[in-house]
């Protein structure tokens, strides 16, 4: 596993290197791959591997080594001129505290690679997210754009037939006032594409990069997604796995205070000599700790209380995204309904109307405010069903993150 995190994260630096001004939705997704959020967590679950490594090592024993010399008074303890002592303590785990140490460092380890993948899920459904609305913004924009477009073409009407003598002085103010509408709402089109572009590289480490979104947001809408049973669909999410490893992980620290409550004996080998007149002897001992404060008990408590907690965040967990799948994927039938009906009825005939008010405009039969209001109901009808078909997108983003799939 950790092997496998180095080569995506170098495989992201690499796609990061060179940021293209137009991405698609995978090469977003490739370039998040190596954002701060993901290369962060792959460096946790390096460090719970190394914490591993440390759990497996065996106590260390320890050296004891001092001299003693005859001081005032009679030589009630040794007769010679000094006494060397050394002494070799070794600690004997013998109760599986070190078993239990390895386990729960394994389980640690396997959060922090759950935890890992379920970093890099979220940043590129964060990245995903922002793509399609990006794509939004951007076909906002340009109907916008067309929209400003229209109104100045029909404010060149209105002169023409101000001049003629067709039109009065109020019609050509009303269309002036149309086209700074048309205008405003232009700029504001162009900050929502500014705000989703930044968006996108907050989540990669290049303040400069602006990127524009590549295809079109039906395409992205309308890509089939295959929906399963809330239960099967969420099974395998990473936020599920995360929490059932951090559950495992608390109850393998259940198990390690259990054995910490042990004491840990240590065999002693020590050897006594003197000199002036020298004299030896052998020394085999062994210590341990008497274990008779209760002090420890209260970890363990604290440990199983904190493996309850851990399962019931589990529980609640899955209970939760569960409700979530099952929401988006009644969200995203909904919206396609709304998408079909609203094509068949509406989008359809957006075109009619804005013709039909300008040949009526143009011979006498009809006034401004109807070919206004024609032309808002072109455009509105366009931001509308942008609108709806970022919303579906959005829902299958979502729907697929929850899946793990993305």
Known sequence: MRWLSLLLVCAAQAAQAQLPDEVTLQQVLDIVGASPRVSAAARDADAARFDQRAAGAYPNPSLTFGEARASNGERTIFSADRQTNALLEVPMPVFGQLGARERAAERQTALADTQYRNAGVETRRQAALAF??????????????????????????????????????????????????????LQRAETAVSEQSAAISSLVDDRQWRPRAAGSLEALALTPVTLAGGDEAVDSAPALLAARDEAAAAEARVELQQRELWPVPSVQLGRTWTSGPFGAANYVGIASEIPISSDRRSLTDKAKAQALAARERERATGATLRAEYRRQAEALRVRREALERFDREVFSQKSTFLEMAESAYRLGRGSLFELIDARRTQVEAVAARTELLGAIAESQIELRALGGKL
């Open 132 to 185: 399609a609305r990006l794509l939004g913004a951007q076909e906002q924009l340009a109907a916008r754009r067309s929209s400003l477009a229209e109104v100045e073409r029909i404010r060149g009407l209105v002169a023409g037939r101000l001049q003629s003598g067709m039109a009065s002085r109020y019609d050509l103010a009303r269309a002036d006032a149309e086209v700074s509408l048309s205008a405003l709402a």
